[in-house]
């Protein structure tokens, strides 16, 4: 019988794959919603699934250790003693991937006293003496011993076990120098790290090989020992006892008495009906729809009947549900005129919840769109002054409900292109993002194969030109759109619901027009302040190099290193990979613990270089009109606050005279009067106030008291008028601090003041202010119970992590859980008030106009004549955003700048 005529049987090393699948795909992008890690099962089956759709095996089995104990262990007590604790993260994984194995029809083996590679070993000895083609897939090099003929090692390599190396004989010849069945007596001689097995010391694999070729095998290199010279044959003859041990562990068993025949194994149909439901728990769509497809075109591509762990262990049955196969997108038609009014009348019945719709946009422009019903779609070619396309821009600016995914860029497109727009009611993308707002979905074709389980069909990224047919178009965007909508909103909580009716979904063309509006920018000033940063920053340089006697490349950690540690003697700081920590945190440390003037300077020479790179990025960003665009990312951040790119604006230094000197640039255009910035006052504090309920917070807003001076008072024990400037620093710190979980430790260490003397100053804030105590213990409890926390309306944000039992995953998950209530309540009454503000202008017919939003600031364009009408508009919306227990205070100010405008 020919190689190809004979049954394939595929055996792979099950935890060895896991922990490879693990530590290759990031945690964090796979977790169920009730906080389950899923990344080795993804890896593990995803790779699982390759190997049925490309080598079609007849029969399979997968292999698991059943413990870390084993006949080696007893043998050899460090034997893998130097493996650490397994992750937190990968701990339950691998019974839920023997569930998923065991529910695709595979057989899974485990044994007691034995490893999997013992386990592999039996069934390539038993599937060669039976006839069979074997295929072994581990990550274990010890199983390279088994290679011959018959069967072959698939290794992955280090990017993980998407990519399978191939070992037949020649192959490991190729590599290793060596015939397969000599790598056990290489291992011994070199050693395994991994198994924390100790070879012989300064023999490396070279010159194990070289031995091998002289004397055949270890018990041929051991007999002529005496015949080895220099110190690699003294450390033979010395050591040969870890040679002898070594080969002993890491032969193989090839007769472990494991109670499987291999005609059990053969390969069946696929039962999806089994399968489905533990997909659905772990959220596995995309695997599930290949899963589906490889089922539907080869029905023979499953495994194994027994389904069962042999050796030990349950399969869990589940209620099965339908099939439903992927639909297809249904044709698109190219209706003009009467036809095409028609159609989206007759679609919007169909879809009262609204229709999807893509854009097709070229340079910035509409060029075309699709228009989507669950049933239906068609495609505009659109072209300006077409007559048959009213209809078309009558429906796109009226109020019939539109679906539109990842909406702001096409709705800023319309805009360019002089198409007005009404009827947004959903971006599937902001729901996504609410309801996953740590590991979000970026993409349409994300949340289509997260919620819907089908994949949105994607053009070649290496091809120039895209291949009609080969990528989805508009029409079949709008499609999946108009479909995904519904399957996410149901997914939402109500409150999550709300947040996105009320707050996301109106800020969307907010956000839009801004982005279009831009800022007037001064070129002349920045390129005046980049000169005189760089001039400072070389002038720091030179003053550094006298200060050590020599030029050294001040942004090179290594050359800083050998300048602070070794030529200066300076502390060492916190230990890194390639050292000691040079980041700006450390020296700042070092700089008040070791004041010394190179210190000094090179902090200095730090701050002019940051400073010169934001302003240079600055420059280069004022576009043809003479205004900067950034763009915001409304889903920048777990906790709803929005993000500024290309350029950043919210990384300008606050209170530094470089950065006042950088707001100077910005100015208000030649067609308005002037810029108006409106910032809330102490915003967190009084949600802290809101949210905590605590009497004396409330009394001090509700009384306009200069907050930090009456709690000063309070906590000191002395007038309001007594508290000194260090009293209200240091109450300020601590109020603030409190809220992002800050320490006794972190206290001191911020304020340089005692770690005793920290914990008493937080000790009297929480007596009289016992409430935020309350609260503070209370929040994080609360979300260990529910899973998330919530802001003042509604947004969720997961935190799996609270009940991990990896204390440093844990408790960075108390600290965000703290503040997050905070944050997010702080941003969702911005963002309320920035779409309240802009449909009061609106209403108003007013022509002035929002700018920028930075944190908890506004910037607006005031027009001529509009200064007292703005200002109203802007107080009593950005104060009205919410009703809390204290007032919310807005400052204003006005300018010819955002520097003069500062408040």
Do not use: C
Not at 257 to 271: A, F, N, Q
Not at 490 to 511: Q, W, Y
Not at 674 to 698: K, V
Request: hydrophobic share 40%; aromatic share 6%; proline share 5%.
């Amino acid at each position: 019988m020919s190689d190809p005529q004979k049954p394939t049987l595929l055996v792979i090393d099950g935890h060895s794959l896991a922990f490879r699948a693990f530590y290759a795909l990031p945690v964090d992008s796979f977790t169920t919603r009730d906080g389950q890690h899923t990344n080795a099962i993804h890896g593990f089956l995803s790779m699982l699934l390759l190997l049925l759709q490309n080598e079609r095996p007849t029969h399979l089995a997968v292999a698991f250790d059943k413990s870390r104990v084993s006949f080696r262990t007893r043998e050899y007590e460090d034997y893998k003693g130097n493996r650490g604790e397994t992750p937190a993260e990968f701990k339950g994984q691998v019974p839920l991937l023997q569930q998923a194995l065991q529910a695709m029809g595979i057989t899974v083996l485990e044994m007691d006293d034995f490893e999997a590679d013992d386990l592999l070993a039996t069934l390539a000895t038993r599937g060669e003496a039976g006839g069979y083609r074997v295929l072994l897939v581990s990550g274990d090099r010890d199983t390279i011993q088994l290679v011959n003929d018959e069967v072959t090692l698939l290794y992955p390599n280090s990017q993980g076990v998407s990519q399978l190396k191939r070992y037949d004989p020649a192959a490991v010849v190729e590599r290793y120098g060596i015939r397969p069945e000599q790598y056990p007596d290489v291992a011994a001689l070199v050693g395994e790290t991994s198994d924390n097995l100790p070879g012989i010391t300064k023999v490396g694999e070279k010159t194990a090989v070289k031995w091998l070729g002289l004397y055949g095998d270890l018990a041929g290199i051991l007999e002529h020992a005496d015949e080895i010279k220099g110190v690699a044959g003294e450390n033979l003859r010395r050591e040969r006892a870890n040679a002898e041990r070594n080969r002993r562990l890491n032969a193989l068993v090839r007769d472990v008495p494991v109670d499987v025949e291999l005609d059990s194994l053969e390969s069946k149909p696929i039962d999806l009906d089994a399968v489905r439901p533990l997909f659905q728990r772990l959220e596995f769509r995309a695997l599930m729809d290949r899963l589906t497809k490889l089922a539907q075109t080869d029905p023979s591509a499953a495994v194994g009947t027994g389904g069962g762990v042999t050796g030990g262990g349950t399969a869990t049955e589940a209620d099965a549900a339908d099939e439903t196969p992927a639909p297809a997108a249904p044709r698109s038609a190219r209706p003009l005129g009467d036809d095409l009014t028609a159609w989206l009348e007759r679609a919007q019945e169909a879809e009262p919840a609204g229709l999807g719709l893509h854009l097709e946009v070229l340079d910035g422009r509409v060029i075309g769109a699709g228009v989507a019903t669950r049933e239906e779609t068609i495609e505009v070619q659109w072209q300006a002054g077409r007559p048959e396309l009213e209809g078309f821009e009558a429906w796109l600016a009226g109020p019939a409900p539109k679906i539109v995914t990842d909406a702001k860029p096409q709705l800023k497109a319309l805009a360019r292109t002089g198409l007005a727009f009404e009827g947004l009611v959903v971006d599937p993308l902001l729901a996504g993002w609410l309801l996953r707002p740590n590991l979000q979905e970026k993409t349409l074709a994300d949340l289509v194969e997260r919620y819907l389980g089908e994949t949105v069909p994607q053009g070649d990224p290496s091809q120039l030109v895209a291949v009609e047919g080969e990528a989805a178009g508009a029409p079949e965007l709008a499609w999946y759109g108009v479909r995904l909508a519904p399957a996410v909103l149901a997914a939402l909580p109500e409150e999550g619901r709300s947040v996105l009716a009320d707050i996301e979904m109106p800020l969307v063309p907010v956000l839009a027009a801004m982005e279009l509006r831009g800022v007037a920018v001064d070129h002349a000033r920045l390129a005046e302040l980049s000169s005189g940063l760089g001039e400072r920053a070389a002038s720091l340089a030179a003053a550094a190099y006298a200060e050590i006697g020599r030029e050294v490349n001040l942004g090179s950690p290594k050359q800083l290193q050998e300048v602070l540690f070794d030529q200066l003697g300076m502390p060492k700081t916190r230990a890194t990979k390639t050292g000691y920590s040079t980041d700006a945190n450390a020296l700042a440390d070092l700089q008040d613990s070791n004041p010394h003037p190179f210190l000094g300077l090179l902090l200095e020479h730090r701050d002019a270089t940051k400073l010169r790179q934001i302003v240079d990025a600055l420059d280069k960003s004022i576009g043809s009109d003479g205004r900067i665009h950034t763009t915001y990312g409304q889903v920048g951040a777990a906790t709803g606050r929005m993000s500024s790119n290309d350029p950043n604006l919210q990384n300008i230094p606050i209170r530094t005279e470089e950065g006042r000197r950088i707001r100077e640039a910005f100015r208000h255009g030649d067609e308005f009067a002037e810029l108006l910035t409106a910032d809330y006052s102490q915003i967190e504090m009084r949600i802290m106030a809101h949210l905590s309920g605590d009497p004396g917070l409330i009394e001090a807003f509700n009384a306009g008291e200069d907050l930090h001076r009456f709690v000063g008072a309070r906590v000191f024990g002395v007038e309001p008028a007594d508290v000194s400037a260090l009293m209200r620093t240091k109450v300020k710190a601590m109020s603030y601090g409190l809220a992002y979980g800050l320490s006794a430790f972190g206290l001191s260490k911020q304020l340089r003041i005692e770690r005793a003397e920290a914990t008493q100053l937080m000790k009297d804030y929480f007596e009289r202010f016992g409430a935020v105590r309350d609260y503070l213990r209370g929040v994080v409890e609360q979300a260990r119970i529910d899973g998330y926390t919530e802001t003042i309306f509604g947004r969720r944000r997961p935190f799996p992590d609270l009940n991990s039992p990896n204390r440093v995953l844990r408790e960075n998950a108390e600290r965000a859980a703290l503040n997050s209530p905070i944050q997010g309540s702080a941003a969702d009454l911005i963002k309320l008030a920035m779409s309240r503000i802009e449909h009061a202008f609106a209403d108003g017919g007013l022509r002035s106009r929002m700018l920028l939003q930075v944190h908890d600031e506004l910037i607006f364009e005031v027009a001529d004549g509009e200064r007292d009408e703005v200002e109203a508009i802007v107080r009593d919306r950005m104060a009205h955003a919410a009703d809390l227990l204290v007032p919310l205070d807005v400052q204003i100010g006005r300018g010819a700048s955002w520097d003069d405008a500062a408040h």
